[in-house]
């Protein structure tokens, strides 16, 4: 069954690099978001991106977030510059067009030291 | 903003027991997703609902999307020790509005 993947499964950081997550959804799928979980939390929403474009963002997803689907395959997640709070877990996630359900990745936990 | 409330919060059961949990909302959604989460992974699709009164099975899963559409219910039956993780409900409010709104987990614990 096709899934989400993610990589890497674990990226350390020191606080004002740069980072790049990376994705690659199902392969047919239209609709691609981000979310992320924070330790012992519940996951929360960052962006939606549809047709090549931000559809969607939440307050979290400030100037110092960018995503981009720079292939057919690939979609990703760069922090410019990471502070610690975001340190979490990141998910991406993807859908078919005309259905509701997003599928997960297994997510990146990025610590930032 | 719109906020989801699960409860319990965490459940200790042993095994063969059915399980029962709920999320609540202040406000509507259209469509409720349930999710379960192990340590470490992403969430897992289970079930999908559409419609209010809605009652849906996948194998020993069963949710209800409540007729007022601010509640969702889901059911495990004769609980087996890969039951154990964390369940999520998940709000969506409109088509188009696409992001999920996720509730604070219920944490399944199997007592051997």
């Known amino acids: 069954e096709p899934e989400v993947t993610q990589t890497p499964s674990h990226q350390v950081t020191q606080m004002g690099q740069e980072v790049i997550l990376r994705c690659v959804p199902i392969?047919?799928?239209?609709?691609f978001y981000w979310y992320r979980q924070i330790l012992g939390q519940k996951v929360e929403f960052l962006v939606s991106?549809?047709?090549?474009?931000?559809?969607?963002k939440s307050e979290i997803f400030d100037d110092q977030f960018s995503v981009e689907r720079p292939d057919g395959s690939n979609f990703t997640l760069k922090i410019r510059s990471t502070k610690l709070e975001d340190s979490a877990m990141y998910f991406c996630?993807?859908?078919?067009?005309?259905?509701?359900?997003?599928?997960f990745g297994p997510g990146t936990r990025l610590t930032v030291t | 903003g719109q906020q989801l409330n699960q409860s319990p919060q965490s459940m200790f059961i042993q095994e063969g027991e059915d399980v029962s949990m709920n999320c609540t909302s202040s406000?509507?959604?259209?469509?409720w997703l349930w999710y379960k989460q192990d340590p470490g992974e992403g969430p897992v699709l289970l079930i999908a609902?559409?419609?209010?009164?809605e009652l849906t099975s996948n194998g020993r899963l069963t949710a209800q999307f409540g007729i007022t559409r601010k509640d969702s219910f889901l059911n495990i039956s004769a609980s087996i020790p890969s039951d154990v993780g964390i369940y999520f409900c998940?709000?969506?409010?409109?088509?188009?509005?696409?992001?999920?709104?996720f509730g604070t987990g219920t944490r399944l614990t199997i007592i051997p």
């Open positions: 996630a993807s859908k078919p067009g005309q259905t509701y359900e997003q599928y």
């Open positions: 392969s047919n799928h239209l609709y």
């Open positions: 991106f549809y047709n090549n474009e931000i559809s969607e």
């Open positions: 406000s509507i959604f259209n469509t």
């Open positions: 609902l559409y419609k209010a009164g």
């Open positions: 998940a709000g969506l409010t409109t088509f188009g509005n696409e992001k999920l709104t």
